[in-house]
């Protein structure tokens, strides 16, 4: 019967969020609280989003060293072994120096910008699609992102990741505000 009242709040999805209307304005509110500290304290929270990414690497790379000895007669031994072995050295890299993560994330996040605005532009200039504008806007703004965080590397490495994190939460969480505002208002 479990079962069934899960598969009831997929098929009404709109009466789940009904149901959960306080939830979702609390998780909310909280997201938009943390995000306001996340960018108050953006050097913290880029420190913290690369200790806990580090640590997600390291674990991830245990499990998949540990994984590739349980099929090690298999033929994907030695991608689970070297896939598990990257895992773990770079994230014990990251925990080990969490300001070289930064460093090499923010680079990181500035090439996918970069990269990311230049085709979202070229997609938007070949292709005669409906909201053509807004996407040539976004991939300018991506292109534009990019370049600011590359140019304004090692020092934006101190404060972008974090900066990015609380942008996200801040959203996020508005968007369950709204969304659990909006189930309040929906009749029954």
């Known amino acids: 019967m479990e079962h069934a009242s899960g598969l009831a709040g997929v098929l009404d999805p709109v009466g789940e969020l009904r149901r959960h209307a ?10 938009i609280v943390l995000g306001v500290i996340a960018l108050g304290a953006a050097e913290l929270a880029t420190l913290a989003s690369v200790l806990l990414f580090g640590w997600v690497l390291v674990v991830g790379g245990v499990l998949q060293i540990a994984h590739a000895f349980r099929v090690r007669h298999s033929t994907g031994f030695a991608r689970h072994l070297l896939g598990g072995v990257l895992s773990l050295v770079v994230g014990l890299l990251m925990v080990g120096n969490p300001v070289a993560g930064a460093l090499s994330l923010t680079l990181l996040l500035a090439a996918f910008f970069m990269v990311s605005g230049i085709f979202r532009i070229g997609a938007a200039l070949a292709l005669d699609l409906p909201g053509r504008g807004w996407a040539l806007l976004g991939g300018v703004i991506a292109l534009v992102l ?3 965080i590359w140019r304004q590397w090692p020092v ?26 909006a189930a309040r208002r929906v009749s029954a």
């Not at 306080?22 to 997201?31: D, E, H, Q, Y």
């Open 156 to 181: 934006s490495a101190v404060w972008v990741i974090g900066t990015f994190v609380g942008i996200d939460m801040i959203f996020d969480g508005w968007s369950l505000v709204m969304a659990g505002t």
């Open 146 to 148: 990019g370049v600011m």
């Open 22 to 31: 306080g939830w979702f304005t609390l998780l909310g509110i909280a997201l």
